[in-house]
């Protein structure tokens, strides 16, 4: 037992002798460890301050290279720039030098063309002294003798002379009058334009102006193309425009417009559809109208046809004169003077108001309105002085019977009347009349619409009877007549359109 307990106690002392031992072994190899450690970092520290100075050294080279590079080159920008200025320097000088040069040579010419004026002074007054002597007068009695010789013989050139000149005064006053006269009335034309020439029509908000544009503008396009007039959308709020010069045209587009308006919808089927409506209405109201006027005036047995005509007066202007109020006045002048002169007093009325009836077609076809209205009312079977009073009212005839006379009588004291009548808006609708009737007369013609103050004329064609080419031609063809046959400002577009149509049903 005592044996074990000895061998315990040895084999406890010997593993602690045995620890102790590997610990201090472990902590010699550390130390070595650390000091390898320690031997390497200050290897290492030294290399990398030899590669800094190095570095250093290299950066300090590269940055002396190129110093050197650039003071190099702006010494030589600098003996560059000083060779510049001394040569634009000996330019300078040079172009001094000439110029002084030059100087001096116009001082010599001027000091030449001196003497030799003089020399000419001092020959002219031997000259004169020698002719002086020689003709016993002295140089203004001479002049004065030559030139009252010359006047002599040239009395009539100058009488002649002073006669055109007389005349170019004259002329070039009046022309100088109508200008300012032009001016004067270019001040007021644009009211006076507004006045009589365009229609406003009230919008419920500005959204309604979209909508008669339509998308890419294709409402406002089906519009004019339909109405034939201009529809001008402003800077006027809650407000378009309907221009032309066609009362009648003006005021269906109106109606039409409203009415699109009121409906809300908007396209160019409906379009269509509406101005259909309102035209017929404005037919049967037409006729309606001609009907209450012939009752005023107490005539009756009158064609149907002229009655219509007589309606369609009220949407005719002549001279800026409404053709249905100018009709009524002469025809009731008519019945009064007739009845004074022991006439017929009705069938003086009836020629009264049948003597302008031509006004209401002339829109429709070309023609005078004299001879238009007494072949349709001989067509018709009017008396037969109603149709000479037609003729007579214009000088067409001489008037063969009271009612004839009061007519003409009467024609001119509505015309005459102050404030009644306006030349320049007779002359504009007749010009555009004119356009209108060149493009109607040629072959495969619909319609034509004078629009933009007549600048523009829209010719409709049969696209059965009118190719694309044929189209083309026929746009020149009006454009070369109206030239040759109208008188107008500026320029006049022709705009030939051609546009097939086919329809269907299904069923």
């Known amino acids: 037992m005592e044996i074990i307990i000895i061998v315990s106690v040895v084999a406890i002392f010997a593993s602690i002798i045995s620890f102790f031992i590997a610990n201090k072994l472990h902590n010699a190899k550390f130390e070595i460890y650390t000091e390898k450690a320690k031997a390497k970092a200050k290897v290492i520290e030294h290399e990398a301050q ?19 590079k650039k003071k190099r080159e702006l010494d030589n920008k600098e003996v560059e720039l000083e060779s510049l200025v001394e040569n634009e320097l000996l330019k300078i000088k040079k172009d001094r030098d000439t110029a002084h040069n030059k100087k001096s040579e116009v001082q010599a010419l001027q000091t030449g063309l001196e003497n030799l004026k003089k020399v000419y002074e001092e020959k ?54 109508n ?21 406003h029509i009230p919008l419920p908000d500005e959204e309604a102006k979209g909508k008669i544009i339509g998308k890419e503008g294709r409402n406002i396009k089906a519009l004019e193309f339909c109405l034939g007039v201009d529809i001008i959308i402003g800077d006027i709020p809650n407000t378009i425009t309907v221009s032309s010069f066609n009362l009648y045209r003006r005021a269906i587009s109106t109606r039409t417009i409203e009415e699109l ?7 160019p089927a409906k379009i269509e559809e509406v101005y259909n409506s309102v035209k017929n209405e404005f037919d049967s109201n037409i006729t309606k109208e001609g009907e209450d006027t012939i009752l005023a ?49 009705i069938l003086a009325r009836r020629a009264g108001l ?22 349709l009312c001989k067509k018709l079977g009017e008396p037969e002085e109603v149709i000479n009073a037609i003729y007579a ?55 034509t619409y004078a629009i933009n103050a007549g600048r523009e004329l829209r010719v409709i064609v049969n696209a059965t009877l009118v190719n694309d080419d044929e189209s083309v031609l026929l746009a020149t063809e009006i454009a070369t007549e109206i030239e040759e046959k109208v008188q107008y400002p500026g320029e006049i577009k022709v705009n030939v359109i051609r546009e097939l149509r086919s329809v269907g049903y299904a069923r």
């Open 179 to 199: 200008n300012m006269l032009s001016h004067a009335v270019t001040r007021y034309a644009g009211e006076f334009a507004a006045e009589r020439l365009i229609n």
């Open 297 to 345: 005036l107490g005539i009756t047995n009158m064609h149907k046809d002229l009655v219509h005509l007589v309606g369609r007066l009220r949407y005719r202007a002549s001279y800026g004169q409404n053709a249905l109020a100018h009709t009524l006045e002469v025809a009731n002048l008519a019945g009064l003077i007739a009845s004074q002169l022991g006439g017929d007093t």
């Open 124 to 177: 002219v007054k031997k000259v004169t002294k020698i002719l002086e002597n020689a003709s016993g007068l002295t140089q203004k009695e001479a002049t004065t003798l030559m030139i009252e010789q010359v006047q002599e013989e040239n009395r009539a050139t100058i009488a002649s002379m002073f006669r055109k000149e007389y005349k170019l005064a004259k002329d070039e006053s009046v022309k100088e009058i």
């Open 393 to 447: 009212h214009h000088g067409h005839e001489e008037a063969n019977s009271i009612e004839s006379a009061a007519v003409c009588a009467a024609d001119a004291l509505s015309a005459a009347r102050p404030g009644a009548r306006r030349e320049v808006l007779e002359s504009f609708l007749k010009r555009v009349e004119e356009i209108e009737a060149i493009a109607n007369s040629k072959e495969g013609v619909i319609k």
């Open 50 to 68: 030899s590669l800094l100075k190095e570095a250093k050294h290299r950066a300090k080279q590269d940055f002396d290279r190129e110093f050197s």
């Open 261 to 267: 308006l009121r409906d809300g919808r908007i396209h």
């Open 354 to 375: 049948m003597h302008d009836i031509g006004k209401a077609l002339t829109h429709d076809m070309p023609g005078s309105h004299v001879d238009i209205g007494a072949d």
